[in-house]
Each structure stands twice: as C-alpha cells, then as structure tokens.
C-alpha cells in the first residue's frame, strides 16, 4: 500500500520516468513493502522556494506513506535508499536539496472496484 510522491522543482533536467523507476526499484528492493499495491507519482513544480522565490534554488522532495507497524530502523533504512536512489537517478544543478520522509499513516481506507 505504500504512497511514493515525489517533487521537483522545474529548474532541474530529468526525466520523470528515470526517477520514478529508480525510487521504486529502491522501494522493492528492500523486500519489506507490498509492491503489487504500491502507488508512485512525480510531480513537477512550476511555483516553489527555497530560501527566497528568486533564489534559483533546486530541490527534490520524496514522501513514501505506509501503514503502521514498521520499526524505526526499517523507516530509516528506506529513507536512505530512496535519497540515494534519487540522488544517482539524475543529474542535478549545484547545491539540490533531495530530501526523503517517511510517514506512517493514521487513517487509510481503500476499495477496490
């Protein structure tokens, strides 16, 4: 069930498809998540900040939200796979944030039909 979102400012060169197929890549790899039930999107973003709107600053920002249940140590261990699936899936300009938090969630309902 895991929710794998990623962002990315517009001032970054990738290819949306390299870098999704590399986080879940990483995702599976860990052998912990079900992946037959695992959602991934990018999302590129045109309106953002980092330090100050004219900054020119780059970032990337990864949120991967499970169930409850998984030991702190799993949640870190997934964390920095995925940054640094991330972070070797492109070429980034000088000084790009890529950030990765991993939540669990509180409510979650699903169906499928």
Not at 20 to 45: F, I, N
Not at 96 to 108: N, P, W
């Amino acid at each position: 069930m895991p929710h794998l979102e990623i962002e990315h400012t517009d001032n970054i060169d990738l290819v949306a498809d390299h870098l999704l197929a590399a986080a879940v890549d990483a995702l599976h790899d860990l052998g912990e998540y079900d992946m037959a039930a695992t959602k991934a999107r990018v999302r590129r973003l045109d309106v953002y900040s980092v330090d100050r709107p004219d900054s020119g600053g780059a970032f990337v920002a990864v949120t991967l939200s499970i169930l409850p249940g998984r030991s702190e140590e799993l949640r870190l261990r997934t964390s920095q796979a995925l940054t640094e699936a991330v972070a070797t899936a492109a070429t980034y300009p000088a000084g790009t944030q890529i950030t990765t938090q991993v939540r669990e969630l509180e409510a979650y309902s699903k169906v499928v039909v």
